[in-house]
């Protein structure tokens, strides 16, 4: 539910849950929200994640009540006249984050500086520095602390603009609150529900935007999944305050489906679903392995399409252009700091598929103006342009 999907309109994310109350004949409600974000066992971020990226929208905090990726995207202009603070807008409009505005509108020929911090654990963001008089605006984003608080916001916005009184205060309630205060499913009435996009839409937005928030998701929702399995084939009898988390549980259940592709465990080392962590190791072999499997995969053709494309979309739109890997490798990329890494399939000139996986780690350029990036760049386009025979 993001606006991703909904081409950048923040307004229509939850849409769908609106229209599913409206079509169970609510028009009113009596007493509060309640954002029940229970359903994933477990701290909100990835194992070993750093501190440092966790106010940026590639290290948000993951909830099973997750709207617009659990991030604010935030737009800072410049005021109307100099000396005055500079104004902060923050889509979707909401409470949850509090902006402490120490910015400054310079004169015209001023220096255009913004930088936001948003301390671990807090929703108060300090955005610094100034803009020019009459200069362009400053675009960023900031990931929100506890989104579920988010989640239950919007909703309860989106169903006052749209006629539904809304009595009650609105509140959230994660697995930790579940222990001490169980839900009686069998007291409850389901009143309506909402179904996800096929996964074969989200799939393409996580591999050509690279969105780890996505990917933790993913490996939240199995991790889950096989516990409840788990648990029903046991008759239920797992304690809620002492079993696995559902990363812990996802992780399980992805090294048993590499181990089914014949890859060794020590070449695959994760501690989360989406690469943030610096702890996650794996070999080159690893992931070619892994690619030469998902080429005959029922879903190969999804998984295929999914993958930016070199020089056309994605993370890889504006890399190897006017070279014969432009339109031809399909690949993702990894980038942490001193890390890159480039992994997919390619066609040679003479027409023979490959898989391949690049990675570089504190790779340092000889060259001032050289990069890792550009290296990568380099061997995939020799790959694209091999000929069997050729010097």
Not at 117 to 140: A, S
Not at 206 to 226: D, H, I, P, T, W
Not at 361 to 388: Q, T
Request: charge should be negative; glycine fraction near 10%.
């Amino acid at each position: 539910m993001a606006a991703r999907f909904n081409e950048g309109d923040h307004r229509r994310s939850l849409l769908p849950v609106y229209r599913a109350l409206k079509g169970a004949g609510v028009k009113r409600i009596s007493g509060a929200i309640i954002g029940d974000e229970s359903y994933f066992h477990g701290p909100p971020l990835g194992n070993d994640w750093a501190w440092d990226d966790l106010q940026e929208y590639y290290g948000a905090e993951s909830s099973a009540l997750t709207v617009d990726d659990n991030v604010i995207d935030v737009t800072v202009m410049p005021g109307k006249r100099e000396g005055e603070l500079c104004r902060i807008v923050g889509k979707p409009e909401n409470s949850v984050l509090h902006y402490i505005n120490r910015t400054t509108t310079g004169g015209p020929d001023s220096e255009r500086r913004i930088r936001l911090h948003r301390p671990v654990g807090e929703n108060r963001v300090f955005v610094e520095g100034g803009l020019p008089l009459g200069g362009d605006p400053h675009f960023d984003a900031v990931a929100v602390h506890d989104p579920a608080r988010l989640f239950v916001e919007q909703l309860e916005r989106l169903l006052k603009e749209r006629g539904v009184r809304v009595s009650g205060r609105t509140g959230t309630v994660d697995w930790r609150g579940r222990l001490e205060a169980p839900l009686d499913l069998e007291g409850l009435n389901e009143i309506a529900i909402v179904k996800s996009r096929p996964f074969s839409e989200i799939l393409p937005v996580m591999m050509k935007r690279s969105q780890n928030l996505y990917a933790q998701l993913f490996l939240l929702q199995v991790g889950e999944a096989a516990v409840q399995f788990d648990g029903e084939a046991d008759g239920g009898a797992v304690d809620p305050a002492f079993r696995v988390t559902s990363e812990a549980a996802g992780l399980t259940e992805l090294g048993r489906f590499l181990g089914e592709l014949g890859i060794a465990e020590r070449d695959v080392m994760l501690r989360e679903g989406s690469g943030l962590s610096r702890a996650c190791l794996i070999k080159p072999s690893a992931t070619v392995r892994l690619l030469q499997h998902m080429r005959k995969h029922e879903a190969a053709t999804a998984f295929l399409e999914a993958l930016p494309v070199a020089g056309r979309d994605g993370t890889l739109r504006w890399r190897m252009k006017g070279t014969k890997a432009e339109g031809n490798v399909r690949a993702k990329s990894g980038t942490l700091r001193h890390v890159s890494a480039l992994s997919g399939y390619l066609e040679t000139a003479d027409g023979e598929p490959l898989a391949f996986a690049i990675m570089l780690n504190h790779f340092r350029h000889p060259d001032p103006e050289g990069s890792a990036r550009a290296e990568l760049d380099r061997i995939a386009v020799l790959l694209a342009e091999f000929k069997e025979g050729a010097d």
